[in-house]
């Protein structure tokens, strides 16, 4: 059975960082896209990152580049989420999924691993 699992989700204040951790077990996942996207109370779930766990291609979301960094570490079957000076506008659930498609061609319809979810909450 394919598990994605989150975790590292918080509360921490505005120009703060977090790291979250995204484990993937159940298959091999070469040649698959692993990422993150977010949802806002109210609002659609968008696209943050996502990364290539053959080449370690990645893609960002203009809202988070230069703060935001996504990787992979192959051995551990985990990607992580580096978030440096969070915003309050950062706040959202992060999702983690997972699916065969390329870190530019990232979409919600395209995927076939999802993680529960982690909340982040950024205070001003």
């Known amino acids: 059975q394919v598990q994605v699992v989150e975790s590292g989700g918080g509360l921490v204040q505005a120009g703060g960082s977090l790291r979250l951790s995204c484990a993937a077990s159940?298959?091999?996942?070469?040649?698959?896209?692993m990422g993150w996207f977010r949802q806002a109370p109210g609002k659609e779930r968008e696209f943050v990152a996502a990364i290539s766990w053959s080449t370690g291609s990645t893609n960002y979301a203009d809202s988070v580049k230069g703060r935001f960094t996504i990787s992979r570490d192959n051995a551990k079957n985990t990607v992580y989420l580096q978030m440096n000076s969070l915003k309050p506008e950062d706040t959202a659930v992060y999702y983690c999924?997972?699916?065969?498609?390329?870190?530019?061609?990232?979409?919600?319809?395209?995927?076939?691993?999802w993680g529960q979810g982690t909340q982040v909450t950024v205070s001003s």
């Open positions: 999924a997972a699916g065969l498609s390329s870190p530019s061609l990232f979409r919600v319809a395209t995927l076939s691993y």
């Open positions: 159940g298959r091999s996942f070469f040649g698959y896209g």
